[in-house]
């Protein structure tokens, strides 16, 4: 095969397939099958699984984000691809033959990495506290290419309030510049537009469905982009979904039940409380339905009480310690002393105030970097204050839990005889697309 599309979909059911007629038509006379995120199931750690073919206890990719102990310091949704500790795909290609290129348009965890052609949002953070519109592209000039062609990337449409299938046709279109342009051997593309109304709404809202419409004319226009780029030459398409997005009806709060258990502290400053995190004796990074908490010294009392505060505790599925997190592959030194699971029809908050008036400052803005966790709120909008309001409950779909059996992802592929099972899992899709240039994983 000389080109190989690798289009990431997280969101993307079964069902709506039949909802897509030009994803269909792209896939119409391939095949499908189940396609199976490991835990956690969220986007890092699938997207390094995907790339990799390995799993966090490998790779390094425990969650959206890191806390590094040795700083006291949270870093979600900067880190680069030096935090990837394992070959990707480009790596490996380029290892077999340094002709055969690759992209990466919008993964996470891209910016330095092996790709000959890199595209990923890198807001200019100025002094004055204001972003400035940018991204990071390989070659370095390529971003201004871009700017000339399409505009600057729409960053208020990727995230938050404003977050819709603008972000995902800029990324669409930019692709099909730089497919006409270079004609990489393979690429890898991000599209996020299913993630914005099914986490806001529901998986199976009005918005939602909407939403699939949406995604679906911007890749119509995709394949024509693609099929005139490359020129007649084979092109092989395969979409995966990442992740299911679940209905939710309950969220938990592990860094106010820690707070109420005295291991948790708060520094008053005049932006209301912020999390403490170097005094606590435990705090949780959370993580759409799963949570890493951290143990000061990994004092061992501490983590016997923490696993005790959780267990039973409503929306809480599971409470993995040291030795039990080997069950999904994260036995790593990143992880933390605990790790929570929730139940699938719950998710869990980072928030730590019980009142609001004492919510920190960023807490009612788009501000994942602050923010020690994951926040879906920031896609909701109060306009009474003109901020993102501080009620969690407005959340109606999540995801990150273990998959159930009728809650597993799809993956398709333009071509017969390419997935070779019925049930794919992420760390299969590496070695997938290795194969079709005649290398293998471990080359």
């Known amino acids: 095969m000389n080109h190989v599309v690798l289009l990431s979909i997280p969101g993307l059911r079964a069902q709506d397939v039949a909802n897509m007629p030009h994803l269909?038509?792209?896939?119409?006379?391939?095949?499908?099958?189940?396609?199976?995120?490991?835990?956690?199931?969220?986007?890092?750690?699938?997207?390094?699984?995907?790339?990799?073919?390995?799993?966090?206890?490998?790779?390094?990719?425990?969650?959206?984000?890191?806390f590094w102990r040795e700083t006291g310091k949270v870093e979600m949704w900067t880190a680069g691809n030096d935090k990837l500790a394992a070959p990707q795909i480009w790596d490996v290609l380029h290892q077999h033959d340094p002709d055969l290129t690759s992209a990466a348009w919008f993964p996470m965890l891209s910016k330095g990495c092996g790709a000959d052609f890199v595209c990923m949002p890198a807001p200019v953070h100025n002094p004055d506290g204001s972003e400035s519109l940018w991204c990071y592209t390989q070659p370095g000039d390529l971003y201004g290419e871009l700017l000339d062609l399409l505009g600057h990337f729409p960053l208020q449409h990727f995230w938050g309030p404003l977050a819709n299938i603008q972000s995902s046709a800029w990324i669409a279109n930019s692709a099909a510049h730089v497919a006409e342009k270079f004609r990489p051997a393979f690429f890898y593309i991000y599209l996020p537009h299913l993630d914005y109304a099914a986490q806001r709404t529901g998986p199976d809202s009005p918005d939602a469905q909407k939403a699939?419409?949406?995604?679906?004319?911007?890749?119509?226009?995709?394949?024509?982009?693609?099929?005139?780029?490359?020129?007649?030459?084979?092109?092989?398409?395969?979409?995966?979904?990442?992740?299911?997005?679940?209905?939710?009806?309950?969220?938990?709060?592990?860094?106010?039940?820690?707070?109420?258990?005295?291991?948790?502290?708060?520094?008053?400053?005049?932006?209301?409380?912020?999390?403490?995190?170097?005094?606590?004796?435990?705090?949780?990074?959370?993580?759409?339905?799963?949570?890493?908490?951290?143990?000061?010294?990994?004092?061992?009392?501490?983590?016997?009480?923490v696993a005790d505060l959780f267990r039973n505790q409503a929306g809480i599925a599971e409470v993995l310690l040291e030795g039990q997190r080997a069950e999904y592959s994260l036995q790593h030194a990143r992880s933390g002393e605990v790790t929570l699971v929730s139940h699938p029809d719950s998710w869990q908050a980072y928030y730590w105030w019980f009142d609001d008036a004492q919510a920190p400052g960023f807490s009612r803005k788009v501000d994942i970097h602050r923010k020690p966790g994951y926040d879906p709120v920031e896609l909701h909008f109060d306009p009474a204050t003109k901020s993102i309001p501080l009620d969690a409950t407005l959340v109606r779909g999540s995801h990150g839990a273990p998959l159930t059996e009728s809650h597993q992802g799809i993956i398709l592929c333009s071509e017969k005889n390419i997935l070779g099972t019925s049930r794919v899992a992420d760390t299969d899709v590496a070695g997938l697309v290795l194969r079709q240039f005649g290398v293998s994983l471990e080359s």
């Not at 896939?27 to 499908?32: I, L, M, P, S």
């Not at 199976?36 to 969220?42: A, G, I, K, M, T």
């Not at 309950?250 to 860094?255: A, D, F, R, S, T």
Request: glycine share 6%; charged share 20%; with cysteine.
């Open 24 to 66: 269909r038509q792209l896939v119409a006379r391939g095949e499908q099958a189940s396609f199976l995120p490991s835990f956690p199931c969220v986007t890092w750690p699938v997207q390094a699984n995907l790339l990799t073919g390995r799993l966090p206890c490998d790779h390094g990719v425990v969650a959206n984000g890191f």
């Open 212 to 305: 699939l419409q949406e995604l679906d004319d911007v890749l119509g226009r995709m394949q024509a982009s693609f099929d005139k780029a490359f020129d007649g030459a084979p092109l092989l398409w395969i979409v995966a979904s990442e992740y299911e997005i679940v209905s939710v009806n309950h969220v938990c709060y592990p860094n106010r039940i820690l707070r109420e258990a005295g291991l948790l502290q708060v520094e008053q400053r005049d932006d209301g409380e912020h999390l403490d995190m170097i005094q606590s004796e435990a705090w949780a990074l959370v993580d759409h339905q799963f949570a890493h908490v951290f143990v000061r010294q990994s004092d061992q009392g501490t983590v016997a009480q």
